[in-house]
């Protein structure tokens, strides 16, 4: 356990200076017409897409991370439309200690099944988070919209690895543009 430990940190070190783990670009306008978003999303097959992503990058918009490191999701299928949430991060540093939130997804929409209602515990019921899943190969990677209720856009992109070479962290930049239809631009 201790080396697999040490192995993530080591990892995540070596990611901080190779592409920065959380690339972050504005999204103002993305969600404008909610319902189009939600059209976009894909047919999920939630045992293919179940298992650890890391994020390479989110818009700036998604506060709850803030000062998070080597953030992962790892997705675990508990029935036909269930999944398993937990959100694990370093928070303040990547020799910090990480700790995770667990939640569950929900495929609620039989029309669009890349549509996940998403609750953590504490939050308030009727305050669920949206996942849409926008493109993935479910081999390599995802990238994830959510128009939430407040009116706000967030964006992520993930991927199985946790190290990725700049030059594919910017092709899934240019699949963010495309797939949203939004000139994403990267600050860090």
């Known amino acids: 356990m201790k080396f697999l430990v040490a192995a993530i940190l080591a990892a995540c070190i070596a990611a901080t200076y190779a592409v920065p783990l959380v690339g972050e670009w504005g999204l103002r306008g993305v969600c404008k017409d909610k319902q189009k978003v939600k059209d976009m999303t894909v047919d999920l097959d939630i045992p293919k897409y179940a298992g650890v992503w890391f994020e390479q990058g989110h818009s700036k918009s998604f506060i709850f991370d803030h000062n998070c490191y080597c953030t992962y999701a790892n997705y675990t299928q508990l029935s036909d439309t269930t999944i398993d949430v937990a ?13 995770t939130t667990h939640g569950k997804g929900m495929q609620d929409d039989k029309q669009h099944p890349g549509c996940l209602d998403i609750h953590f515990p504490g939050q308030p019921f009727f305050a669920k988070g949206v996942y849409e899943v926008m493109a993935t190969d479910y081999e390599s990677y995802s990238i994830v919209a959510s128009c939430t209720g407040l009116g706000g856009s967030i964006v992520w992109v993930l991927t199985r690895e946790q190290q990725i070479p700049d030059s594919h962290y910017e092709v899934l930049v240019k699949q963010v543009s495309i797939h949203l239809q939004y000139a994403a631009k990267p600050l860090m």
């Open 87 to 99: 959100n694990t991060c370093s928070k303040g540093g990547v020799t910090r200690e990480s700790s």
